[in-house]
């Protein structure tokens, strides 16, 4: 069993314990209930897991390019609401956020495997590095449509993972906060989302990382809540302080880049001061480093409502409006487009060079399709 596989089954049985109301930290309250019920999901994550597609009924099996990588997509057999083309176009667009954001799709080669299962969404993603690049695999639900597609946000966030290196699993917090906080600014970036809405889901969800009572920090409080939303949080504040300190100049992509581009892909190990470190050096600052000590091992709230009024961002009803005259607003549009003199149009003209484009450069049915 390889070092990854031994890690999703460690962090998959603790997902299904932190949903069954088990959370590991020190003098929370433990149910054998919970953990039976646990012990059921994580085999069946484990029968469904991205091992190897050995004797499955690939229908579809196509290569995505984009710009010196490429992405291999099987696509089994099953009725689907969608299209072949349309299944691709989700693909693509995908791929190009990521890139956008990164300035490069992170690694040179994914096998993307989706499976058709019942329902409507794109559900149970999962993400797996290797030495050519990584794996990912993901179920379509039977009844998702076209706009289905166009709205999902789990491909995306299965590609950022892709983009930081594999940590031991007290900080699985950060491999789950960056793919959940980069994935709808990517997304947005290339053009394949709508930057309101964007804010209005940040501002809606970020609570849920908020420390609770007994929390002992995000090295030592593995709940579902300070994994995904508290990791997420991590990477908010660290964009916002290092545009202070860089006149907005440079941001969080700039020290992801950074991580990725200095070999920190999720086909490494790394440990996490290492990314740290890099992540810093990026931008010129100490900001990650000084970020991680005070939260690693401490709760550290965090007042929302304030740094929320700070950027600009005023919920209203189920939309939010932007206060252009608010102390942070010039950062916040720094996050939302990523350069100084931040805009719509800056975001659209990086999305349009040619390297970031994904495209479609082989297909063909497999044998037991028929064709």
């Known amino acids: 069993m390889t070092t990854q596989t031994r890690r999703f089954f460690s962090r998959d049985f603790q997902r299904a314990l932190a949903a069954c109301g088990w959370t590991s930290h020190k003098g929370a309250r433990k149910s054998l209930a919970a953990a039976a019920l646990a012990a059921g999901i994580f085999l069946g994550a484990v029968l469904y897991a991205p091992i190897s597609h050995a004797g499955r009924n690939e229908q579809m099996l196509s290569t995505i390019q984009i710009g010196n990588s490429k992405i291999d997509v099987s696509l089994e057999s099953g009725d689907l609401a969608v299209t072949h083309d349309e299944v691709l176009t989700w693909v693509r667009n995908a791929a190009e956020s990521v890139a956008t954001y990164y300035g490069r799709y992170p690694v040179p080669h994914v096998a993307l495997h989706i499976i058709p299962s019942d329902g409507r969404g794109v559900f149970g993603g999962r993400t797996f590095g290797n030495e050519n690049g990584g794996s990912i695999r993901v179920h379509l639900g039977n009844e998702t449509t076209a706009a289905g597609l166009g709205a999902d946000w789990m491909l995306t966030h299965e590609m950022v993972h892709l983009a930081f290196p594999s940590v031991p699993d007290d900080h699985h917090w950060i491999e789950e906060g960056i793919a959940t906080y980069v994935e709808p600014i990517a997304r947005v970036r290339a053009k394949k989302f709508d930057a309101s809405e964007m804010w209005f889901e940040v501002v809606r969800d970020m609570h849920q990382g908020l420390p609770q009572y007994g929390d002992q920090g995000l090295d030592r409080t593995h709940t579902w ?13 660290a964009d916002v302080e290092i545009r202070k300190e860089t006149n907005n100049k440079k941001g969080l992509d700039d020290a992801l880049r950074g991580i990725m581009n200095a070999g920190g892909d999720m086909r490494y190990d790394w440990p996490i001061e290492n990314a740290l470190d890099a992540g810093d050096k990026a931008t010129g600052t100490n900001v990650l480093k000084n970020l991680y000590a005070k939260m690693k091992g401490d709760p550290y709230p965090v007042d929302l409502p304030a740094l929320w009024k700070e950027l600009g961002l005023q919920q209203d009803g189920d939309t939010v409006r932007f206060v252009d005259s608010a102390p942070l607003a010039n950062i916040r549009n720094g996050i939302t487009y990523g350069s100084s003199d ?16 994904a495209i479609v450069v082989g297909r063909r049915a497999s044998s037991s399709s028929g064709s």
């Open 225 to 237: 809540g300070r994994t995904y939303w508290g990791g997420a949080m991590f990477c908010l504040l």
């Open 342 to 357: 931040a805009s719509p149009k800056a975001a659209t003209d990086s999305s349009s060079r040619g390297s970031l484009r």
